[in-house]
């Protein structure tokens, strides 16, 4: 996709979303930018200031017309996003208007950019690294203010530091037992047994720190995956609508309504919620449609964060209740009994004492509420929101990506190997060989090796103009 003389050609595209607008914002990078530019923004001064904006009409000569009224601003090279010459084109928000200057753009001398060229740019020319090119569109896409915080640490370096850091104590320890290698016929010991231990610990506790990190960096980004669980009609269904503020499901006195997994988001306390209602469980049921409702929903407890198990006081726990919830996982369980409106002392419901083994007051993960009272909403998600947003953003750093986790987590496991290679009294030439594997993995991450796979990975999920 990239690389070859496309890297030293001028580029152009909307670097705003696509559609009428208040205004649209035209990029264009690479060495003939200027002059591009100025085949359709005469007004443009022979000497131009850097980071300066000029304001003129754009104008067709051939045609001999005027295309727009315009804001263009001026970056040198060296002191752009890309690294390259660029300059900016402020127009007024019409589509046709942009696909106008764009051809012109385009008759001048440059092409259209690819996806996320520019960001490639200046990952190439030493702008942003690897990762925090990815922490770009983890930016444009954080649909939470705790995810659009945590990709704005990143995007500054916050994670990069930290990688960058294992990278010198990976280089450091390799360098000497390298070194010792090479002076071992003499007799010398230029690192001690001690220190090694020392340092690879070090590194070994800054990648588990990191790897173990990525569950709650990835809730933080992709929000908390919530399913809702429990028999038929016990009132999954108006939940869910309470929680998403909006009507999502169908809400009907016959059971067994749902029949696939409805989802939806909302947000609270900074955090992304995505609900997913489950058709109801039970045991005995000839419709087809049904059981494979079922099934998904059993599948969908197992991929959630939560599990929200919902029973109904009025019926108290019934044996159904009970088996289903033997079969849930207890991390991160949470028990509602539904319909309080209905019940005068819901302590009292057949069959409370059988749900102290899963959930209770002292663990905060039982609640008596009532689908029809909106206080229901803030009181669940208050305590939810509470059990995964308790990072400090501001000390702590997370990782968020699956390739950056998949690459530390290979560099850990190289780690963990070194270590019981030094205990058996291996020598250095054998420790190296793992050190090496977990230096790779480091910097693949930061983007110091790359390939062509990598780099369609990255950047092919930007959008065009970034």
């Not at 300066?52 to 005027?66: H, M, N, R």
């Not at 740019?121 to 915080?149: C, H, Y």
């Not at 509602?336 to 009292?348: A, C, H, S």
């Not at 007051?361 to 909403?377: G, H, T």
Request: charged residues 25%; negative net charge.
């Amino acid at each position: 996709m990239y690389g070859g003389d496309r890297d030293s050609q001028t580029i152009c595209a909307v670097s705003t979303p696509h559609g009428v607008g208040g205004i649209s914002v035209i990029r264009i990078s690479g060495p003939q930018s200027l002059e591009v530019t100025r085949k359709i923004a005469v007004f443009l001064p022979q000497k131009i200031e850097s980071h300066k904006a000029y304001f003129g009409t754009l104008y067709d000569s051939q045609a001999q017309e005027d295309i727009d009224e315009v804001l263009v601003t001026y970056f040198k090279k060296g002191n752009s996003f890309t690294g390259e010459e660029v300059l900016e084109i402020s127009c007024h928000g019409n589509p046709q208007i942009c696909q106008k200057i764009l051809n012109h753009l385009i008759a001048g001398g440059a092409r259209s950019a690819d996806r996320g060229e520019f960001t490639y740019r200046a990952f190439m020319n030493g702008n942003v690294d690897l990762v925090q090119a990815e922490s770009i569109l983890a930016l444009i896409e954080s649909q939470s203010e705790k995810a659009q915080k945590l990709a704005l640490r990143q995007l500054k370096g916050q994670l990069s530091q930290k990688l960058e850091g294992l990278e010198n104590d990976v280089t450091w320890l390799m360098a000497h037992m390298e070194a010792g290698i090479d002076f071992s016929t003499e007799g010398l010991e230029l690192v001690s047994h001690d220190v090694v231990a020392e340092k690879l610990t070090q590194i070994e506790d800054a990648l588990k720190s990191l790897v173990n990190s990525y569950k709650a960096g990835r809730i933080l980004k992709d929000g908390v995956r919530i399913a809702l669980a429990g028999r038929p009609n016990v009132g999954k269904s108006s939940l869910l609508n309470l929680f998403l503020e909006e009507d999502r499901a169908i809400v009907t006195e016959v059971a067994g309504t749902t029949r696939d997994v409805i989802s939806g988001d909302t947000k609270f306390n900074g955090l992304k919620f995505t609900f997913l209602d489950t058709a109801g469980i039970r045991n005995h049921t000839s419709d087809i449609v049904e059981q494979i409702g079922i099934q998904k929903s059993r599948e969908a407890h197992v991929e959630a964060d939560v599990v929200l198990f919902v029973f109904d006081l009025t019926e108290g726990i019934q044996p159904e209740d009970e088996e289903l919830l033997k079969q849930l996982s207890k991390a991160n369980l949470f028990v509602i009994g539904n319909k309080l409106d209905k019940v005068n002392e819901p302590t009292q419901t057949p069959g409370f004492e059988k749900l102290t083994q899963y959930a209770d007051f002292a663990k905060r993960n039982l609640f008596f509420v009532s689908a029809l009272d909106q206080n229901a909403r803030p009181l669940v998600l208050k305590e939810i929101s509470g059990r995964f947003s308790q990072t400090d953003l501001q000390d702590y750093v997370l990782l968020s990506n699956a390739r950056h986790y998949e690459n530390l987590e290979k560099a850990l496991s190289n780690t963990v190997r070194c270590q019981q290679l030094l205990k058996e009294g291996l020598g250095s030439e054998f420790l190296a060989i793992e050190l090496k594997e977990a230096l790779i993995a480091v910097q693949e991450t930061l983007g110091k090796r790359f390939d062509d796979q990598v780099m369609d990975r990255v950047f092919k999920e930007f959008c065009l103009g970034k």
